[in-house]
């Protein structure tokens, strides 16, 4: 297998995570004691020359983000982790928090520094409930120890973080639901603009990142911007944390440097499909990625190589299925999914979702016809067209990629009503 | 049912209470309705709206439609364990609805049901993290993974047998 070049992971399984003193033994804070002597400018400009993208779906520039915010005025401002993870086949940001709670804590303190806040949560997915004791600890010995709290390192800086709870609604991983949950309210989606780098918690500015995001920043800060840039494979840059799931020999979480090729991970480090069976497919970037086809998986894993050949870099799942799955039950449990998490604030996803499950429902019981290939694939860009959130605009990319690779599989159900 | 018992005035005192610990702080609500419904039987009574919002300010209404949004609560008695099998598709590649059907027999119950000692409820839910180990399953708050229908039943028993918590 490949060796894994860890960043994220730098510390995961290195020192036990009930010891500060074991982590900073490592290194550890020494990024934002760093941090706090280079000042904000130059901060950002090494945050920025890393060119890290956020790591929690959507791959905006993380240095833009922080210099909007802090540019933006405000008594108060607050750095939110989206730690949230409820994308079916993302495991990362878990791994990351049992195994190294105190490099994200470093990575918010950083963030906050650069944008000028003084507060921060972690939005927790209830599904971790082991994790809010590991957390809670962890920001209680950074308090003791002069990491969190006011004044730190002798300079006017003060940070200190919370952690909170979510409920297990999947869309409160979307900034804006995230936001109105801690808030204490229904996680609903909310109207942008205003975006959140002007308005986010409680009116206030705020700037939101991903755990896997946050848990790279004090590796940037200590070893410079260009640094981080210069570790993918080719002209790519930095690393990814994947989650490799589903019919694999060796599932699990790995970080590799960006450009690594899906065919790699899938066969070098996933080990191939168990049992002799052949691979079918392969959802990448989560549940609402794209499905894709065996003889497509030649390419490098980066967010422009992903969308040129028709796959999802997203949150860097690989979920694998081999020749015994039927892709149309995939697709009918995908849009399972998204029907129950669903908010139901807007139209096109909240009716859009339910009427996708009914036609392929219908399809699979043979009752199909070539009309309803079509209605499907209007309904599907309706909802990409109108929908609110991120959540109803991605939800039918399973259905509009498996129509276009495994439109045969479409077609022999409804030509045949389903027998082989 | 058990847990009846948390409509009685000794248990809206305690809800009462809780409540009270986080007053003024709005995102502290989750944190009080996980805590009052894990000293409610694993469910939120009605009343508990009502008296959240006298303490809080909060309006009943808000609190009623926050409560009703999050999969995680439930206006209805559930047992002492709450077993949610995940369903999501990482995990029914490799075998869940299998591990969810060997559970749902042992018990005799469906999703949704809880048995008649008030010990089990079955629910589905979605994707809990453990994608690569998968099948998983949550009971309470402990996540069991790498599941087949014969260890499901077995890790069932454990719990029947007090062994495990
Ligand atoms: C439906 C939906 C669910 C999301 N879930 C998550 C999540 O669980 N974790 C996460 O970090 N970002 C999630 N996101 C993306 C966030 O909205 C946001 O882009 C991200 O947290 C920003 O952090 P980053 O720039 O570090 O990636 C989700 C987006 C949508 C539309
Ligand atoms: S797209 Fe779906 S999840 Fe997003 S706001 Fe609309 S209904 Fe809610
Ligand atoms: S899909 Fe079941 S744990 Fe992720």
């Known amino acids: 297998m490949m060796q894994e070049t860890r960043i994220a992971l730098r510390f995961v399984g290195k020192y036990n995570p009930d010891s500060i003193e074991e982590f900073c033994a490592l290194g550890g804070y020494e990024g934002l004691r760093k941090a706090v002597e280079m000042g904000q400018k130059n901060l950002i400009q090494e945050v920025s020359d890393a060119s890290l993208w956020g790591y929690g779906g959507a791959a905006f520039p993380t240095g833009r983000k922080w210099s909007v915010v802090a540019a933006t ?345 389903g027998k082989e | 049912m058990q847990e009846e018992s948390c409509q009685t005035s000794v248990d809206l005192s305690r809800i009462a209470a809780i409540a009270g610990r986080y007053k003024d702080e709005p995102d502290q609500l989750m944190r009080i309705l996980l805590e009052i419904q894990s000293c409610c039987g694993n469910s939120i009574p009605r009343e508990a709206a009502t008296v959240i919002s006298s303490v809080t300010g909060i309006p009943e209404a808000k609190i009623w439609g926050y409560i009703t949004f999050y999969a995680m609560f439930s206006d209805k008695p559930r047992g002492k364990y709450i077993i949610r099998m995940c369903k999501s598709a990482p995990c029914h590649i490799v075998g869940a609805q299998a591990v969810a059907q060997a559970i749902s027999e042992y018990l005799g119950i469906a999703p949704g049901e809880t048995t008649e000692d008030g010990m089990f409820t079955l629910e589905y839910c979605e994707c809990i993290g453990m994608c690569d180990t998968a099948p998983a399953i949550m009971i309470n708050d402990s996540v069991h993974s790498g599941l087949t229908p014969e260890s499901a039943v077995e890790l069932i028993k454990s719990y029947q047998q007090g062994g495990a918590e």
């Open chain 1, 73 to 417: 005025k405000g008594k108060q401002k607050y750095v939110v982790c989206d730690a949230d993870e409820g994308e079916p086949g993302t495991n990362k940001d878990r791994v990351i928090m049992t195994g190294d709670p105190h490099s994200l804590l470093e990575g918010m303190a950083i963030a906050g520094f650069a944008v000028g806040a003084d507060m921060g949560y972690i939005y927790l997915r209830y599904e971790y409930p082991q994790l809010f004791p590991v957390l809670e600890k962890a920001i209680d010995d950074a308090r003791k120890a002069g990491y969190l709290g006011r004044n730190l390192f002798g300079s006017k800086f003060c940070f200190d973080v919370k952690v909170v709870s979510g409920g297990g609604a999947y869309v409160c991983g979307e900034e804006t639901a995230l936001l109105e949950s801690i808030e204490g309210k229904r996680g609903e989606p909310r109207y942008k603009p205003p975006y959140p780098s002007e308005a986010g918690l409680f009116g206030c500015p705020t700037v939101i990142n991903n755990v896997e995001t946050l848990a790279i920043v004090p590796s940037i800060v200590l070893n410079g911007g260009n640094w981080y840039a210069s570790i993918g494979i080719g002209h790519h840059h930095g690393t990814k944390v994947f989650t490799l799931s589903g019919n694999l020999v060796n599932r699990g979480v790995y970080e590799y440097p960006r450009g690594i090729t899906l065919r790699q991970l899938i066969e070098d480090v996933g080990g191939g499909c168990p049992d002799g069976h052949r691979l079918l497919g392969v959802q990448t970037g989560g549940a609402s990625g794209n499905i894709i086809s065996v003889d497509m998986i030649d390419f490098p894993m980066d967010v422009e190589d992903c969308a040129a050949a028709g796959a999802t870099f997203g949150t860097g799942d690989i979920m694998v299925f081999d020749d015994t799955q039927d892709v149309l039950e995939i697709v009918e449990n995908l849009l399972e999914f998204f029907t129950h998490e669903s908010c139901g604030k807007c139209t096109p996803c909240r009716e859009g979702n339910t009427r996708l499950l009914q036609l392929i429902r219908k399809i699979r019981r043979g009752d199909g016809t070539m009309e309803d290939l079509d209605t499907l694939q209007d309904l599907c860009q309706t909802m990409k067209d109108c929908s609110l959130c991120g959540l109803g605009q991605a939800s039918p990319t399973p259905v509009i990629s498996t129509l276009k690779n495994f439109r045969n599989v479409y077609l022999n159900k409804i030509e045949r009503g």
